[in-house]
């Protein structure tokens, strides 16, 4: 973050951008909101002898067919083309997050049955101490520049992740800050060697950002990323970027040297549209072809589209994150257990679900969806009743002595602020409605939202008492969330409040286990007391949506659907 004075101050800035983005599905990641987030489960179906297709081109082509170009979507333009994306690279937070797996791919990922399979490795073992991982690297790959993939492209890959993640190592997840080494045993084997063992290693390699495996010719010696990144993609994912752009529409074409299943879109342009509304308009007036996004997707636009004729939309089956109401711990009011457990009590989730999401999503018994690894664990599940949570409270003593519909107990009304995020019309609705159901059992929470940075000052410096929040989804669930309720190394102020109610070192023993068996009975604590001492609430599983026109016949999502595959686009 260049530039004196200001330069500090934009540092600053920057660090706490970071920080926040640590915390998000999306947003630094994804990041990562988000989140962010990626890999794209079509990788997997490329043949398995790793041949090299650089003379093929797409199906649409080799039918004799025109050449297929789609338009999409994006809230953001585009500056910057390599895996690390930080605040340092790009203005918008975010740039090429969502769409790297459509151009790099990872060494591994998951596939439809949740099973990790092989995308540039086609084996990989672990060492006894669980501190080096071995990967046999596929022959005959070239990257979109040309050159050809081999061990060293791997190995310097790697390496440069937490070199130009610099002052931000770590906010994609753990694994970035203890790698040791990486090694080109030969042509086609890398060993790659950890300071400590990390349970969470083979899923965090599967996240393009920052994962995916680039050309080592865009590396400088001291392995920062070269400027060609500034204009070009230099992966073997099926597409690259044409270097074509108008600063609102950028240019994307097909990679030739691309060794995978032929997609069915030959080029695509991704025009630059911030407002939803404006990008909704867009594809009623065939001015946009598709767009992808629970954030760009309201459900009333998703049920629009899904009754239009000449218009389709596409809800994923997999839960992609969990929204959930986080507490105040060291609130005197959120910190009596039998509070939380009458605000979990009290909130009917399946309304939430039904009258402002149209039923698209599905109400959270448990933090984390069962169908994530390690998290099918029995827990303590609250359900919907607003009887049950009053006599929580009656029994507690807590009691509105002045009718003035706010419960107290020695001289401590309960009544706090309710703090969210500004932008998402869908949170203002449902904190209103929380608030509203809350008031039946004698609880004034009051909504208070507030831009990003703002939100996330206030919630670090304790002046909140409950506030709304989500995991980052997708590959970063449930291992780097989890990493966040760690307070040595989180800067997540909600969940590292968890930290406390474990057992000592149990964050340290799960990042240090080795044998599958221990590490889930170590998430049978982590999530057991989590619920047991309802330490957050979670409220609803989102989904991931896509819109489409007439031009597109299906869209199957990823492993990961925080990100866009455009090689999963299917056209008529």
């Known amino acids: 973050c260049p530039f004196q ?32 987030v990626a890999c794209s489960s079509n990788n997997g179906a490329s043949e398995a002898n790793g041949t090299n297709n650089a003379n093929e081109v797409s199906n649409t082509q080799e039918a004799g067919q025109e050449p297929v170009h789609l338009n999409l979507a994006e809230s953001w333009g585009f500056e910057y083309f390599y895996t690390v994306i930080t605040p340092d690279v790009t203005s918008s937070g ?3 997050t969502y769409w790297l797996p459509s151009f790099y791919d990872t060494l591994v990922e998951y596939d439809s049955n949740g099973e990790l399979s092989g995308v540039l490795a086609e084996s990989w073992s672990m060492s006894e101490d669980g501190c080096t991982y071995t990967f046999k690297i596929r022959q005959g790959i070239q990257f979109s520049d ?24 770590g906010g994609y997840g753990k694994l970035s800050t203890i790698v040791k080494d990486a090694v080109a045993v030969d042509e086609y084997t890398v060993e790659f060697q950890l300071e400590q063992p990390y349970y969470g290693t083979m899923r965090e390699l599967c996240l393009a950002n920052p994962w995916g ?51 069915d879109v030959d080029s695509f342009s991704v025009k630059n549209i ?49 929204y959930y109401m986080g507490y105040n711990l060291n609130d005197p009011i959120f910190g009596e257990q039998v509070v939380r457990e009458a605000i979990a009590t009290a909130v009917d989730k399946d309304s939430i679900t039904q009258n402002i999401f149209g039923g698209l999503y599905e109400a959270a018994d448990t933090f984390f969806s069962r169908s994530l690894p390690y998290c099918d664990v029995d827990q303590k599940v609250y359900e919907y009743n607003m009887e049950a949570a009053n006599k929580l409270l009656d029994d507690a003593g807590y009691v509105d002595t002045d009718n003035d519909g706010i419960r107290e107990k020695a001289g401590v009304k309960l009544s706090a602020e309710f703090v969210y995020q500004t932008g998402s019309a869908s949170d203002d609705d449902t ?17 208070s939202s507030a831009a990003m940075m703002d939100w996330f000052a206030m919630v670090s410096g304790g002046q909140y008492g409950v506030t709304i929040f989500k995991t980052q989804g997708g590959y970063y669930d449930p291992t780097v969330v989890v990493g966040g309720l760690d307070p040595k190394t989180s800067t997540d102020p909600i969940l590292s409040q968890v930290n ?27 999530l057991t007391t989590m619920s047991d001492k309802c330490l957050v609430t979670p409220l609803y599983y989102t989904h991931q949506l896509s819109v489409y026109n007439s031009n597109v016949s299906d869209y199957e999502y990823s492993g990961d659907t925080s990100f866009t595959s455009v090689q999963n686009i299917k056209v008529k």
């Open 5 to 36: 004075n200001k330069k500090n101050n934009k540092k600053q800035k920057g660090i706490l951008i970071m920080k926040f983005k640590r915390l998000v599905a999306g947003l630094l990641s994804v990041v990562m909101v988000f989140g962010l």
């Open 94 to 96: 975010y740039d090429l």
């Open 146 to 169: 040309g050159s050809d993939l081999t061990a060293e492209d791997v190995a310097k890959s790697l390496l440069a992740v937490p070199v130009n993640l610099g002052q931000y190592n």
């Open 213 to 263: 495996i680039v050309s080592s010719e865009q590396l400088n010696e001291d392995l920062t990323a070269k400027d060609t990144f500034m204009s070009a993609t230099c992966g073997t994912g099926p597409y690259m970027y044409s270097g074509d752009n108008n600063g609102q529409v950028f240019n994307f074409e097909y990679n030739t040297n691309y060794w995978g299943e032929k997609p």
């Open 274 to 322: 911030p407002d939803n509304d404006a990008k909704l308009l867009a594809l009623k007036n065939g001015e946009i072809d598709f767009y992808t996004g629970i954030t760009k997707i309201s459900a009333e636009n998703f049920e629009e589209m899904s009754a239009s004729d000449g218009f389709s939309a596409k809800a994923d089956e997999n839960a992609l994150q969990t």
């Open 431 to 447: 904190v209103v409605y929380i608030c509203d159901q809350l008031k039946q059992i004698g609880i004034e929470l009051t909504p």
């Open 500 to 526: 406390a109610y474990l057992p000592d070192g149990s964050l340290d023993e799960l990042n240090a286990a080795t044998e599958e068996e221990k590490i889930q009975e170590i998430y049978n604590t982590i």
